[in-house]
């Protein structure tokens, strides 16, 4: 008689593991110079201390891995490392983004007004249906607020986008920034990944039971 040797621990791990679905995420930070996007990316990747800095075709981003029960999003957090001060942002910079945080500094009225402009950049290389993209109100320590939260809220309807403020002195906002950015784009993905019809499945299982009725009873003939 045999008998089914017991599931170690590290076995069981090893078949979770097999089972997860690791995926690596692009993301991309626009907007004009001196608003506080360095800051609020390093905010998010280095929190825990960990130097996560690399170059890619002389483009600077920063990686950061969210851990789920479904496997780790591994996110490389591109950012424009004062580029945009000449508007040489390339389009490689863009090409291949599936998230993006479009930025601006609540006490630059100009920041504000330079939205669309990187929003429309953005589009010359990115599709809109394949790029998720949150639209971001920076507060800056001892700044007075100029445009209005519901000004920009309007400014993100129009462009049909969410919007969000943070305080770059509160980490649990650029957090979840961040995090939801992710959800978001996951949960996108997936929903394009292809499943099997409901339709195919049951004329498979139709087909089965029949065949199986078949041997059962014989043919007929004889």
């Known amino acids: 008689m045999f008998t089914t040797k017991p599931t170690s621990i590290n076995d069981r791990d090893t078949m979770c593991r097999k089972n997860k679905k690791d995926m690596n995420l692009k993301f991309i930070v626009v907007g004009d110079s001196g608003i506080g996007k360095t800051t609020l990316v390093e905010s998010y990747c280095l929190c825990h201390g960990k130097e996560n800095i690399s170059r890619s075709n002389n483009l600077l981003y920063y990686q950061h891995t969210i851990s789920n029960k479904d496997g780790d999003w591994n996110l ?10 000449y508007r040489s942002v390339t389009s490689s910079y863009y090409r291949g983004a599936q998230g993006a945080i479009i930025a601006f500094d609540l006490s630059q009225e100009t920041s504000f007004v330079n939205l669309e402009n990187w929003y429309n950049d953005m589009l010359n290389v990115c599709s809109s249906s394949e790029i998720s993209v949150t639209l971001l109100g920076i507060q800056r320590e001892s700044r ?9 809220q309007k ?3 129009y462009l049909d986008l969410p919007y969000v403020e943070v305080s770059l002195n509160l980490q649990t906002e650029i957090n979840e920034v961040f995090d939801n950015l992710a959800k978001t784009v996951v949960q996108r993905i997936q929903s394009r990944e292809p499943v099997a019809s409901m339709s195919t499945l049951t004329t498979t299982n139709l087909s089965r039971l029949v065949i199986k ?10």
Request: charged share 35%.
């Open 213 to 222: 009725a078949e041997s059962k009873v014989g043919c007929n003939c004889c």
């Open 155 to 157: 400014f993100a309807e």
């Open 144 to 152: 007075e607020k100029v445009v209005s939260t519901d000004r920009a």
């Open 76 to 85: 490389k957090i591109f950012d424009t490392a004062g580029q945009e001060r």
